[in-house]
């Protein structure tokens, strides 16, 4: 169980990844976030392809002078292999400090369009050490342009995200509703904003809770399944089933959330991974409540309820079976 303190309870920076595909409009919400806030605090990395960063430029604009703007315009935060992301981290963190004195609050960086958010969480492995919390937003075009089903890319975004944030309503028919209806099929664990909730969206929530999913639900390949962990279950079990689930699922894993307790604990403990890359766990609050309370839901491709039956130990996690309460 890969396990990152980057998006722990104890971190010190927020950090907002804003992915979305080609032309959905992340440019226009953070211009339109920054606009509203005292950026002094808050930097910017800008990922952009070819050697003028535009979408840089209309950020510059609306920050003002007193932001860190760093832009990338190698085009390759979508590749699992390039670590500039974590450099480009650092080096605003200290470009902060030396401008005004004052450590870092946020760091906003727009992916870019192409980018898959488990292969950008992977950088940020080389920077544990500044203790960042990340927080994934991802945007709905309202007009669904590009087709989510011809587009790996959509999927692995909206999936991913803890904040979902409907853009291009206006240009809609039908102001957005069946995007928004697929995107809650691919991923009910996200919260859904409007563009004028936008702040809201970008808060990183540090409430330890888990939604609960019906026991299947998605969209073509993509499902969300819940599966309750055995009361007899050691931590042990839990972490090899874990790391067998993604070891197994690879590429296919694309979300994870869940409470879990040990046989024999009393604390219940909020598990998260995008992709395959893990939070450290964090203590619920509040007393267990039931046989049925412990859970993670797996958001991935082409999982079926046979396919998790052949993850070791079998008996860990079971599907939930109708007439289980849900909690």
């Given at each position: 169980?890969s396990?990152?303190p980057?998006?722990?309870?104890?971190a010190?920076?927020?950090?907002?990844?804003v992915?979305g595909f080609?032309?959905?409009g992340?440019?226009?919400l953070?211009?339109?976030?920054?606009?509203g806030?005292?950026?002094?605090?808050?930097?910017?990395?800008v990922?952009?392809?070819?050697d003028?960063?535009?979408?840089g430029?209309?950020i510059?604009?609306?920050?003002g002078?007193?932001?860190?703007i760093?832009m990338?315009?190698?085009?390759?935060?979508?590749c699992e292999g390039?670590?500039?992301?974590?450099e480009?981290?650092?080096a605003?963190?200290?470009?902060?400090i030396?401008l005004?004195?004052?450590?870092t609050e946020?760091?906003i960086?727009?992916?870019?369009?192409l980018?898959?958010?488990?292969?950008?969480?992977r950088q940020?492995q080389?920077i544990?050490?500044?203790?960042?919390?990340v927080?994934?937003?991802a945007?709905?075009?309202a007009?669904?342009a590009?087709?989510?089903?011809?587009?790996?890319?959509?999927?692995?975004?909206w999936?991913?995200?803890?904040?979902?944030?409907?853009t291009?309503?206006?240009?809609?028919?039908?102001?957005?509703?069946r995007?928004?209806?697929?995107a809650?099929a691919m991923?009910?664990?996200?919260?859904f904003?409007?563009?004028e909730?936008?702040?809201?969206?970008?808060?990183?929530?540090t409430a330890p809770?888990?939604s609960i999913?019906?026991?299947i639900q998605?969209h073509g390949?993509i499902?969300?399944?819940?599966?309750?962990?055995?009361p007899?279950?050691?931590?042990?079990?839990?972490?090899?089933?874990?790391?067998?689930l993604?070891?197994?699922?690879?590429?296919r894993?694309l979300?994870i959330?869940g409470l879990?307790r040990p046989?024999?604990?009393?604390r219940r403990w909020?598990?998260?991974?995008?992709?395959t890359?893990?939070?450290?766990?964090?203590?619920?609050?509040?007393?267990?409540?039931?046989p049925?309370d412990c859970?993670?839901?797996?958001i991935g491709?082409?999982?079926?309820?046979?396919?998790f039956?052949?993850v070791?130990?079998?008996?860990?996690?079971?599907p939930?079976?109708?007439?289980?309460n849900?909690?």
């Amino acid at each position: 169980m890969s396990l990152s303190p980057f998006m722990s309870g104890q971190a010190t920076i927020d950090v907002v990844i804003v992915t979305g595909f080609l032309g959905t409009g992340k440019t226009s919400l953070i211009r339109g976030l920054l606009e509203g806030l005292d950026t002094r605090r808050t930097g910017v990395i800008v990922n952009e392809a070819g050697d003028t960063s535009f979408d840089g430029i209309q950020i510059a604009a609306a920050t003002g002078d007193g932001s860190s703007i760093r832009m990338l315009g190698n085009g390759c935060l979508c590749c699992e292999g390039a670590d500039d992301l974590g450099e480009a981290v650092r080096a605003l963190v200290a470009q902060h400090i030396a401008l005004t004195g004052e450590p870092t609050e946020r760091i906003i960086v727009e992916a870019s369009g192409l980018a898959r958010p488990g292969k950008l969480l992977r950088q940020f492995q080389t920077i544990v050490d500044l203790r960042l919390r990340v927080h994934i937003v991802a945007t709905i075009d309202a007009t669904l342009a590009a087709d989510p089903d011809q587009h790996s890319e959509i999927v692995a975004q909206w999936a991913a995200a803890a904040s979902l944030v409907l853009t291009r309503e206006d240009l809609a028919p039908d102001g957005g509703a069946r995007a928004v209806r697929l995107a809650r099929a691919m991923n009910p664990l996200a919260q859904f904003f409007r563009r004028e909730d936008v702040e809201a969206a970008f808060q990183a929530s540090t409430a330890p809770s888990a939604s609960i999913a019906d026991d299947i639900q998605g969209h073509g390949k993509i499902r969300a399944t819940t599966l309750r962990q055995s009361p007899t279950a050691t931590w042990n079990d839990c972490t090899e089933w874990l790391d067998n689930l993604c070891g197994m699922g690879g590429e296919r894993i694309l979300r994870i959330k869940g409470l879990l307790r040990p046989a024999g604990g009393e604390r219940r403990w909020l598990v998260q991974a995008v992709g395959t890359t893990f939070a450290v766990p964090v203590p619920a609050p509040g007393p267990a409540d039931g046989p049925n309370d412990c859970h993670v839901v797996v958001i991935g491709e082409s999982l079926s309820s046979e396919w998790f039956a052949t993850v070791e130990p079998f008996a860990t996690f079971l599907p939930f079976q109708k007439g289980h309460n849900h909690v």
